[in-house]
């Protein structure tokens, strides 16, 4: 099992940048794939971003609607997977949570995939 914290959330406006950090402990980080996902009230928990354990920087892949916008990346020397979000919009707030796992072949955008979640953080982009 792995522990992750996530932090750096917070109220920016439109347009502004904000990066994401989700802390983990636990000596399999480095072989799951790590995610992030988003959730407003009333609405399932959405995809926005996976890194895979690969040795380097590992295969990344984006949900459409933050494609060019977010990037996702880790530091497997500090057990740490970010999210740096560009040019952020209104529609991107959202609780934000950190997941890590290892989903079967082309399901990293499940929630039931991933076994271990944070707490998660609250993103709030103004108009």
């Known amino acids: 099992q792995v522990q992750l914290v996530e932090s750096g959330g917070g109220l920016v406006q439109a347009g502004d940048s904000l990066r994401l950090s989700c802390a983990a402990s636990?000596?399999?980080?480095?072989?799951?794939?790590m995610a992030w996902f988003r959730q407003t009230p009333g609405k399932e928990r959405e995809f926005v971003a996976a890194v895979t354990w690969y040795v380097g920087t590992g295969t990344t892949n984006y949900a459409d609607s933050v494609k060019g916008r977010f990037t996702i990346f880790r530091d497997n020397a500090k057990n740490t997977v970010y999210l740096q979000m560009n040019s952020l919009k209104p529609e991107d707030t959202a609780v934000y949570y950190c997941?890590?796992?290892?989903?079967?072949?082309?399901?990293?955008?499940?929630?039931?995939?991933?076994?271990?979640w944070g707490q998660g953080t609250q993103v709030t982009v103004s108009s």
């Open positions: 636990g000596r399999t980080f480095t072989t799951y794939t």
């Open positions: 997941a890590g796992g290892n989903p079967r072949s082309g399901r990293y955008t499940y929630t039931r995939e991933y076994g271990n």
